[in-house]
């Protein structure tokens, strides 16, 4: 799988620097927006109670997929991720479908997270247009992405440790006003007692649930650029999948527990008002959650872009996308085209929000909804070629192997093929949009094909 792309190469590489700690900063910096943002509408679907069920049931399926997926991340450490692996199981097509399905999920999220930059921003500097604060701060990530990996990757290390830390504070002073009987009660979404309207509701939430660690397999992109890819990796999976499970129920449970969260259901910044209803309007703990929270909207923003430059530099860099958009910076060593491809559509989607609000929903929950589409797709796909390349390559290089194979994989696909169906059902107008995309993205691979092939 792309031997013929590869051949071709004659410009500069991308760079080999990124250990451990800069890998596993990366893994959850993409994710970790998820535990200040679009969670809670998962409460407005199917109560306290009833997320709850959902983010234990996704919860335990991230933790078989993330132990499989690195068997495949550390046996084929290629930029590409998802789009190497499943070429290299199902051929060049089925590579293509994960490949473009990873995209969608990575290039549709920014959007989302540097609208809520914006926002805030112009809370706080009222002349600054909401929309035109998430333009700057896109421009501004995409610029330092594009600069190197080692910059890229220092700087997101230190606004995903200033998160994390955020967050451990949010937690530590919300305690002393946590409730179980207020977390619980209406518990089930406004029924009385577990019925079909309750696993309704559930089903409706998986996507909310899926957005607490959306993204995280993301670090795959930046095999490339990793220092020994097959010992790096691994630790940085574990010990990012561990953080992020710590932080998404701990969130959750506390900020619903603090009052009526019946409240903060469909609210887009869920913990400054938690916070406000344990600490009061004018503690500084609330003004300290409000300016240091944009670090998690900044971690998540800034490693998607590096994530979907990634993706969109290996599809194009196969044929599979124009390949300008292979382009790597004869100085800085980055996919810098790709960069501002990406980039563009979501400076695009950031101006066209009213028309994205497809099925009824706002932009914030439609994003999240199309980039689980992509998510759970690529999962399917990959999971798949898992099984496969372990029957038709038993000789390939495996420096990690998924435990408990083949039950702990087979869960996982199972687990995101149940996911994509139930989110089918509850989303089919998004769903039909998601799909044609993908249609529209791999009847037009031919034409990149060909044009690769004459330069």
């Known amino acids: 799988m792309g031997k013929r792309a590869m051949s071709n190469k004659t410009g500069p590489e991308l760079s080999h620097s990124l250990g451990t700690v800069q890998l596993w900063a990366i893994a959850v910096g993409l994710v970790i927006s998820g535990e200040y943002f679009g969670w809670s509408y998962g409460w407005d679907s199917a109560g306290t109670l009833g997320f709850l069920v959902a983010t234990i049931l996704v919860a335990v399926m991230y933790l078989a997929l993330i132990f499989s997926y690195t068997e495949l991340t550390t046996a084929m450490p290629r930029a590409g991720g998802p ?6 199981a199902f051929g060049r097509r089925a590579g293509l479908l994960a490949g473009y399905a990873s995209a969608v999920e990575f290039v549709f999220a920014p959007p989302a ?8 921003l112009h809370v706080q500097f009222p002349a600054l247009p909401p929309k035109l604060g998430a333009t700057l701060a896109f421009l501004t990530f995409m610029a330092i992405n594009i600069v190197g990996i080692q910059i890229a990757a220092s700087f997101e290390l230190i606004v995903t440790v200033a998160a994390i830390i955020e967050l451990l504070i949010f937690m530590g002073v919300v305690l002393p006003g946590f409730s179980w009987s207020r977390f619980i009660a209406h518990g089930w979404g406004g029924a009385d007692h577990f019925s079909w309207s309750v696993l309704t509701g559930i089903a409706g939430s998986v996507p909310f649930a899926i957005w607490f660690f959306l993204a995280i397999e993301g670090v795959a992109l930046t095999a490339e650029e990793a220092r020994s890819p097959r010992k790096t990796l691994p630790r940085a999976y574990i010990a990012a999948i561990a953080t992020l499970v710590l932080l998404a ?5 506390l900020a619903g527990g603090v009052g009526d ?8 910044d869920p913990l400054p008002a ?5 600490v ?3 503690s500084p703990w609330l003004h300290m959650l409000v300016w240091l929270g944009l670090f998690g909207l900044v971690a998540s923003l800034h490693g998607i872009i590096m994530g979907y430059s990634r993706q969109i530099y290996a599809l194009a860099d196969d044929g599979g996308l124009p390949r300008v958009l292979a382009r790597v910076h004869p100085r800085f060593r980055t996919p810098w085209t790709a960069t501002l491809a990406g980039g563009a559509v979501g400076i695009l989607a950031i101006f066209s929000d009213d028309f994205m609000s497809w099925g009824g929903q706002g932009l914030t929950a439609s994003i999240v909804t199309l980039s689980v589409f992509g998510a759970l797709t690529m999962y399917v796909l990959t999971m798949s070629s898992l099984f496969r390349l372990r029957r038709t390559a038993p000789d390939m290089q495996r ?3 998924a435990p408990g194979y083949p039950v702990v994989p087979g869960f996982a696909l199972a687990a995101a093929a149940a996911a994509l169906i139930l989110i089918t059902i509850q989303n089919p107008i998004l769903f039909t949009v998601f799909i044609t995309m993908m249609a529209v993205a791999l009847g037009m691979s031919m034409r990149f094909s060909r044009s690769s092939d004459t330069e």
């Open 83 to 88: 789009f190497v692996y499943v070429s290299a």
């Open 113 to 120: 997270i540097a609208l809520a930059i914006g926002s805030y």
């Open 249 to 253: 129920f701990g969130v959750m449970i």
């Open 261 to 268: 969260w019946r409240t903060l259901a469909s609210l887009n």
């Open 274 to 278: 938690a916070m406000r209803m344990v």
């Open 280 to 282: 009061g309007d004018h």
């Open 399 to 401: 420096t990690w192997l």
